[in-house]
């Protein structure tokens, strides 16, 4: 198991998606999802049907888990989704994929979104020449992304941009990839998150 994983990937199973907390191995035949494609425990295969409030919730583990962040984290994230205009769902994806380990992750910077929270806390990465050491940093239009200088010169760093040359990045980012930078031409849409949840049952949740 790489240094760099979730040791939750089991939790793939519970979902019946993949959430790619294992990283690369998410994209062999050796993901779990791949392998078991249902819950684990000895009553994975016969569990019941969830409805209502089980719903609810799951979708929002789903979401929490997706993004890597604990129960206090996404409560506020939320909080602030709620404060904004407009539809609030969309509103926390939004924020969620503005989020600067999840923006390193998807460019192909870290194995995973572990990997690159690693590399924020670390004081790898900076904003606009700036260093950030706080992985929930949400970017804004025209933010430049890249790692310092003497970190860009890492073997391990190089490695795994190399790795990851060819991922598709959404169109909202804009990469330069020799340099290891990536720019944001503007704000995530709801098209833009991969993510398969129902984010208007995660509103309804925190409303009762």
Known sequence: MSRYS????????????????????CLTDKCPVE????????????RRRILGYGLQLREK???KRFYGMSEKQFRLF?????????????TLLQMLERRLDNILFICGYAHSR???????????????????????FLVKTGDVIGFRVR???S????????????KTIPSWLQTDRPNLQVRVASLPSRADVTLPVEEHMVVELYSK
Do not use: W
């Not at 392998?35 to 016969?46: E, I, L």
């Not at 939320?78 to 969309?90: D, L, P």
């Open 61 to 63: 583990q789903k979401m």
């Open 78 to 90: 939320f909080e602030r989704a709620e404060r904004q205009k407009g539809v609030t769902g969309e």
């Open 155 to 166: 073997e391990d760093i190089l490695a795994v941009a190399e790795a990851h040359s060819t």
């Open 151 to 153: 970190s860009a010169k």
């Open 114 to 136: 572990a990997h690159s929270r690693q590399l924020v806390c670390h004081g790898h990465v900076q904003v606009n020449d700036r260093r950030v050491s706080v992985p929930s």
């Open 35 to 46: 392998r078991r494609a249902y819950a684990p425990g000895q009553h994975g295969r016969s």
């Open 6 to 25: 979730e040791p939750i990937c089991r939790l793939c199973r519970v979902e019946k998606t993949k959430l790619f907390l294992k990283g690369h191995k």
